[in-house]
């Protein structure tokens, strides 16, 4: 069978989860994001790790639906809100509160307001503090704030970051000023009960006096970094997700000969090359550039002394050799190719790691990202439905 899989570690997604309860202060609250099945993890085989969180974040009904069919009971929120007035209806069946970020869900909510016991009636007012994404300006805030606080509904108020991931850009402070004085204008003015929630990922590492009641983290849950040029490793977070696959041919090849589409690679001296059976069919991106590189895994023979490039870990009583192997040639949609030259003795069939955890020597989903120009949350996102899901 071709191999090609995705192990989810629940550990590590519990892991993570708890580094966020630990930084957070004990009363503010966890909305764990699994937009995007999950960024990509797979939300049904999520959830069991996420039973910590208070509430979970999605971004749309279709998402959420899911959530519900599969047992969720506690908090879910629209982070986009509804789409239509239909929908709003949808969303208090099923029970799901919404981010309300302009003016015709206002009109929504107040066409139809939920049951005084349904948790719909807690709605996140999103405010446009310098993102110039989504929101209401700081002017607005008080009458859409006022008009839905008359209609019955209990206020969150919420924004989020442009630029959480480098502290020190100058928009930050400015976003969290607005977001503080709009938040004590409201509570003068409105309702002294409103709450908030401003913070993402990178948010709650870098500005913990800016927690409030709730949190909303998404990316550091899955163990790929929200900061700018810090590992995730270094953050004490563990990757959930392993992209591996296995070599289905090795081959010699002589100087001057090329591999792949477009003939991008051209040996420069005889090298063993290896095919491995994943490709940007299973989310592994085309875009790589030449510092891509895969760990390659072997059983250790007794022989073998030459470990330049390998590290050992025992695993019981064998031993377990890992090579970094660079990337060669296109990444096609089934295969691509690595370099095994290094490596002694490679066989068929043996693992190939895509990216996973930088303590077992592979790179993580960062690094490929690094070498596809984007960020890990993309690739995660983007691995599709073709690799097999396992989880341990
Ligand atoms: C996706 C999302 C988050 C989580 O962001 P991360 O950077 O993944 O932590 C938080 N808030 C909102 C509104 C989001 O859309």
Known sequence: ?????????????????????????????????????????????????????????????????????????????????????????????????????????????????PASNSPCRTIWLKLNTGMNRLGFEPEELVSVAQTLVDAGYNLILTSHFA??????????????????????????????????????SAGIINFPECHFDWVRPGIMLYGSTPLDGISAQSLQLKPVMSFSASLMAIHNIAAGAHVGYGSR????????????????????????????????????????????????????????????CPVIGRVAMDMIAIDLTEVPNPTVGCQVTLWGDPDEAAPSVDDIANSAHTLGYELLCRVTQRPIRITI
């Open 1 to 113: 069978m071709r191999s090609a899989s995705i192990t989810l570690n629940s550990a590590a997604l519990t892991h993570n989860l708890t580094q966020v309860i630990n930084a957070i202060p004990e009363k503010t609250k966890v909305l764990a994001m699994v937009k995007a099945d999950a960024y990509g993890h797979g939300v049904k085989y999520c959830l069991p790790s996420l039973q910590k969180a208070d509430g979970l974040g999605v971004a749309c009904f279709t998402e959420a639906k899911q959530i519900r069919d599969l047992g969720w009971q506690k908090v879910l929120v629209l982070i986009e809100g509804v789409f239509s007035q239909q929908e709003w209806a949808e969303s208090i069946e099923a029970e799901c509160q919404s981010i309300i970020h302009h003016q015709n869900q206002v009109q929504w909510a107040l066409q139809q307001v």
């Open 163 to 200: 630029n959480a991931d480098r502290p020190e850009h100058p928009s930050n402070t400015n976003q969290i000023k607005m977001f503080t004085e709009s938040l004590q204008d409201l509570r003068e003015k409105v309702d002294p009960n409103i709450k908030a929630s401003l913070c993402n």
């Open 265 to 324: 690679f051209v040996a420069n001296r005889p090298i063993v090359k290896g095919i491995v059976s994943i490709g940007y069919g299973d989310g592994y991106p085309r875009v790589v550039d030449g510092s891509a590189w895969v760990s390659v895994q072997l059983a250790a023979h007794e022989n073998e002394t030459d470990i330049d490039r390998s590290t050992e870990n025992d695993i019981g009583s064998t031993t377990v050799r890992r090579y970094k």
